[in-house]
């Protein structure tokens, strides 16, 4: 089980930012990787994950955030599912990539104001959607 919570936590080093950020700001990774507030933000969010997985007793590897980083400034240009999903108006998959890794954190005694504040900006958005899908 503890090898399946690391490799969860080193999944959401990329969701969490490139996820979240393509939503919200309604653009792609390369677009992301052109813009210097968008980079320190992505860096910003991936190093907040690597301490909330290191304050739940997940270390991961050394370099791994900046790894991430690097490979996506040369990908394809890609949109994550999460704007798809809002595109669609689909409901966001925020649950698994924001809420849980959140109270995990937290309940390990570490906060993650980035990650939250990202979070709390998708809900709303993703509250939105899913009213305008009732109407």
Known sequence: MANLQQARWQKLVWNVPYNGLSALLH???????????????????MDEVVQGAQACGHALPPG????????????????????HD??????????????RPLAA??????????VRALYQALAFIDRANRSANEE
Do not use: N
Not at 64 to 83: G, K, N
Not at 105 to 114: S, V, Y
């Open 64 to 83: 791994f955030a900046q790894h991430l980083f690097t490979v996506t400034q040369s990908m394809p240009d890609y949109r994550p599912s999460m704007y």
């Open 86 to 99: 809002l595109v669609e108006k689909r409901p966001l998959e925020l649950e698994a990539i924001y809420a």
């Open 27 to 45: 653009t792609s990774t390369s677009q992301l990787m052109t813009d210097p507030d968008s980079q320190a933000l992505i860096q910003a969010l």
């Open 105 to 114: 954190a937290l309940a390990a005694g570490f906060d993650m104001p980035r």
